[in-house]
């Protein structure tokens, strides 16, 4: 596509039930990023793929958290266990070149109930 | 360990006027800066950058921002700010490696 989807674009969930939240990158381009942007606040980074592998996953703040990107292209989000305080606006962004301009999705909005 | 600090949260500006937004960031190594702006409801996008070269970045709708690399420092300029400029920025900065960390945001209000 022309430009990185995610989606859904809305998700309202139940306290500790589980997501997915999906990425559509920008064809070709090899390295994908996961940011969380609380309100008021800039993105928070969770994890960057480069290819199939998860270069750095330091930024998921716990286990619950996981991604996957199984064939170097979509990747998913996953959430266990949700909490309200996981609630937040889900950034993905790919880039061509790691560490040079990402561009970012619309973001899916993550609201725990 | 890199970080960005924008040193105001809110800038109220009026139409036609000058504005800097301000950006510090830390890093131990050499750094890629950019600028980002997010409009009310939309994604996230590269308002400009600095990989290497001239200090003085020129980017879209008029805005640029200078690198000075004594000061750790890559304020966002534009000499004269209209309404639709009413938006969202933020300072990021990398390693040339694949994390990039983001400022907190400067909200630009500009008023009639």
């Known amino acids: 596509g022309a430009g990185v989807s995610q989606t859904p674009s809305n998700k309202v969930t139940e306290k500790g039930k589980y997501v997915e939240l999906r990425c559509d990158p920008i064809s070709g381009h090899t390295a994908l990023y996961w940011y969380r942007q609380s309100l008021g606040q800039g993105p928070e980074f969770l994890i960057y793929?480069?290819?199939?592998?998860?270069?750095?996953d330091s930024g998921l703040p716990n286990d619950r958290f996981f991604a996957v990107r199984p064939e170097g292209s979509v990747s998913t989000l996953k959430i266990q266990r949700t909490e309200r305080g996981d609630s937040a606006v889900y950034l993905c962004?790919?880039?061509?070149?790691?560490?040079?301009?990402?561009?970012f999705g619309q973001g899916t909005r993550l609201t725990v109930v | 360990a890199q970080s960005v600090t924008q040193l105001d949260s809110q800038v109220p500006v009026f139409e036609e006027a000058p504005v800097e937004l301000r950006c510090n960031y830390s890093s131990s190594v050499s750094v890629y800066l950019f600028w980002y702006v997010q409009y009310p409801n939309q994604g996230l996008q590269l308002l400009l950058k600095?990989?290497?070269?001239?200090?003085l970045v020129k980017g879209i709708n008029g805005f640029e921002a200078e690198f000075n690399k004594s000061q750790t420092s890559f304020h966002l300029r534009k000499p004269s700010v209209h309404i639709s400029d009413t938006a969202e920025y933020f300072c990021a900065v990398s390693t040339g490696g694949f994390k990039t960390i983001f400022g907190a945001g400067t909200r630009l209000f500009v008023k009639a």
């Open positions: 962004a790919s880039s061509s070149d790691p560490g040079t301009e990402a561009f």
């Open positions: 600095y990989l290497s070269g001239s200090t």
């Open positions: 793929f480069q290819g199939t592998g998860a270069a750095d």
